[in-house]
Nanobody
Framework: VQLQASGGGLVQAGGSLRLSCAAS????????MGWFRQAPGKEREFVAA????????YYGDSVRGRFAIFRDNTKNTVYLQMNSLKPEDTAVYFC??????????????????WGQGTLVTVSS
């Protein structure tokens, strides 16, 4: 299983970016998907998750109302749409997939596979 995250870059505060996570080697489409981020000198932070059915989403407090997670099963890709970006959103963003639970989860331990990360930098 491989997860390839892309779409990061430099954006001004208030702008938008869409991150993509292309999955290969996953069997079926019932796995949960999640996005986490890690800023320099800080611990990994939960951003967003999608249930195995794709019908339930779950967001971290700092991004709720600004970010949206969704998937395109025909492309085996999960997206993170980020709007109204703030300098504090600057971080490396990681996507993750999990098979052992079906509900959207904020716990890193519920995910079995991780992508390599993509850097998002928001300038003030």
């Amino acid at each position: 299983v491989q997860l390839q995250a892309s779409g990061g870059g430099l954006v001004q505060a208030g702008g938008s970016l869409r991150l993509s996570c292309a999955a290969s080697g996953l069997t079926g489409s019932g796995q949960i998907m999640g996005w986490f981020r890690q800023a320099p000198g800080k611990e990994r932070e939960f951003v967003a998750a999608l249930s195995g059915s794709g019908r339930t989403t779950y967001y971290g407090d700092s991004v709720r109302g600004r970010f949206a997670i969704f998937r395109d099963n025909t492309k085996n890709t999960v997206y993170l749409q980020m709007n109204s970006l703030k300098p504090e959103d600057t971080a490396v963003y990681f996507c993750a997939a999990g098979y052992r639970v079906f509900s959207a989860s904020r716990l890193p331990g519920d995910y079995d596979y991780w992508g390599q990360g993509t850097l998002v930098t928001v300038s003030s």
